[in-house]
C-alpha cells in the first residue's frame, strides 16, 4: 500500500470518528441541558405541596409523555443508524452524512420541544401559590452546575 493510499484511508477513518463523536457529543449535551420530565415531576413531588387530585393528573401526563419520550428516542436511535451507514458509505462529509444530521438535529429539537411542551402543561396543573416553586425547580433543571 503507498504512502498516499494510507493517508487516504486514515484520513476517512479519522473523519468517521469525528462524525460519530460529534453525534455522540450533541446527544449528550441535549441531555444534559435538556432535563427529561420525570426529573422535573420528582423535583415537583418532592419540593411542592401537591393535593390528589393534582398528583393523579401529573401521573396521567408523566405517563403520556414517556410514551412520546421513548418514540423520539427511539427515532434519535435510528437517525444515528442512518449516519452511521451514510458515513459509511460516502466517507466523507457528502449529501447523504449531511441529511443524516439534519434529520439527527430536526428529531433533538423534537425531543426538546416535547419536552418544554410537558413542563407547561405540567405548570398549569400548579395552584398560583405553587408556580414560584415549579419555576425555581425547572430552572436550576436547566442550569448546569457549577
Known amino acids: 500500500m503507498s504512502a498516499g493510499v494510507r493517508r ?9 470518528l469525528a462524525a460519530l463523536a460529534g453525534v455522540w457529543i450533541g446527544c ?5 441541558r435538556m432535563p427529561h420530565g420525570t426529573e422535573v415531576h420528582a423535583l415537583l ?21 414517556a410514551v412520546r419520550r421513548r418514540a423520539l428516542e427511539a427515532q434519535m436511535r ?4 442512518r449516519l452511521a451507514a451514510a458515513i459509511e458509505r460516502e466517507h466523507a ?3 447523504a452524512v449531511a441529511a443524516a444530521v439534519d434529520q439527527s ?5 423534537a425531543l426538546q420541544k416535547a419536552t418544554l ?6 405548570r398549569r396543573l400548579l395552584r398560583p401559590d405553587q408556580t414560584a416553586a415549579f419555576d425555581r425547580i425547572v430552572v436550576r433543571a436547566l442550569t448546569p452546575a457549577s
Open 8 to 16: 487516504l484511508a486514515l484520513t476517512m477513518v479519522l473523519a468517521f
Open 117 to 122: 411542551e410537558h413542563v407547561f402543561a405540567m
Open 78 to 81: 435510528a437517525d444515528n443508524a
Open 105 to 109: 438535529h430536526r428529531t433533538m429539537g
Open 93 to 95: 462529509d457528502g449529501p
Open 28 to 32: 449528550r449535551l441535549m441531555a444534559t
Open 45 to 65: 413531588h418532592d419540593e411542592v405541596s401537591l393535593d390528589r387530585q393534582q398528583e393523579a393528573a401529573l401521573d396521567v401526563l408523566e405517563a403520556r409523555f
